[in-house]
Nanobody, 119 residues
Framework: QVQLVESGGGLVQAGGSLRLSCAAS????????MGWFRQAQGQGREFVAH????????YYTDSVKGRFTISRDNAKNTAYLQMNNLKPEDTAVYYC????????????WGQGTQVTVSS
C-alpha cells in the first residue's frame, strides 16, 4: 500500500509560481509511474502530467505545456510539479497519483492540495 501526501499549494497571483511536492511511503517508489491531476470546483478531475518510473518520459496536457514541469527524485521518494506563469484557470485542488504498471491506470491517490491563482 502506497501513501501519498501532497504539499506546496497556496495562493499566488497570476504570473507567479508554485512547486508542489508529493511524498510517497509504503512502497518502492521507483517502481511507480507518477501523475498529477487537478479538479476545479464544480468540475471533473483533469489529467495534468505524468512521469515514468525512471523519469525519462514525461507527458503533459496541452494547457500546461511550457509552463509546468513534472519531475521526481527516487532517492527522496518524492515527485514534484513546478508550475510557472500560473493563470486563474489553474485554480484547483491538485492530486498526485501512483501507477504500478500502466500510466493510464493510477492505483494510489493523495488527498490533494489547493492551488488558488488570483487575477
Amino acid at each position: 500500500q502506497v501513501q501519498l501526501v501532497e504539499s506546496g499549494g497556496g495562493l499566488v497571483q497570476a504570473g507567479g509560481s508554485l512547486r508542489l511536492s508529493c511524498a510517497a511511503s509504503g512502497g518502492t517508489f521507483s517502481r511507480y509511474g507518477m501523475g498529477w491531476f487537478r479538479q476545479a470546483q464544480g468540475q471533473g478531475r483533469e489529467f495534468v502530467a505524468h512521469i515514468s518510473w525512471s523519469g525519462d518520459n514525461t507527458y503533459y496536457t496541452d494547457s500546461v505545456k511550457g509552463r509546468f514541469t513534472i519531475s521526481r527524485d527516487n532517492a527522496k521518494n518524492t515527485a514534484y510539479l513546478q508550475m510557472n506563469n500560473l493563470k486563474p484557470e489553474d485554480t484547483a485542488v491538485y492530486y498526485c497519483a501512483a501507477a504500478y504498471s500502466d500510466l493510464r491506470v493510477f492505483d494510489y491517490w493523495g488527498q490533494g492540495t489547493q492551488v488558488t491563482v488570483s487575477s
